[in-house]
């Protein structure tokens, strides 16, 4: 509350703007927003729309194990920032917007999904940094979209590295068997079409090792949905 006694201000770059919880004109600009055609799968922009679901080159050379991604924007230097003053910096003031965000990024995706689950952050961790902002954003898009939210159906059982500055392959080995369905709860999975929320997909390793776990205890359907996702040049070859 206090927050919104002072002036309001960009939640990027603190520039004075006329509204809270929003980004200044020219922060807003520096967002490289993803727009159709989206490859079907991976959620990555294709070159040039042929007016029918397609693949993207990586799609088709390594399918995902999730059914669909679908993300806000290009994983940019102000996306980094942005989501990093959100998660380390305790700075809440974007979960609206970013939750708006998503809501939109993921209509598709949201439409007919039972579930809603985040990426779980280890327990310590959690303590440490006071909040899952994966929680957060899931808790925000539920309240937007009316589809339930679940932040404890997903448990991360494994400490992992921080997964900035890995390979793609060093983040597989690192995420691997770090998730499993809480304890007693795998039918609250099955048969049910669930929308994974994570702030960033940078190589899709999380992404999939929550998917593997979720489709093993036979959900019907996994599709990830994030702000922002690193796009690698090879995803625009068809
Ligand atoms: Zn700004």
Redesign the pocket.
Known sequence: MADLLLPPV?I??R?RIGGHGL??G??FAKIDFIAPPLCARLGVPLPYDTGEPHLSAAAMASPPVYDRARAMARYSETMRDLIQSFKYRDRQEGLALFSRWLAKAGAELLADADLIVPVPLYRARLWWRRFNQSAMLAQGVSRLTGVPADCFVLARVKRTASQVGLTAEQRRRNVAGAFKIAPGRAADVRGKAIVVVDDVITTGATAEACARVLKRAKAARVDMLALARAIEPAAFVL
Do not use: D, F, P, T
Request: hydrophobic residues 50%; neutral net charge.
């Open positions: 960009c990027a770059c520039a980004l200044c020219a922060c």
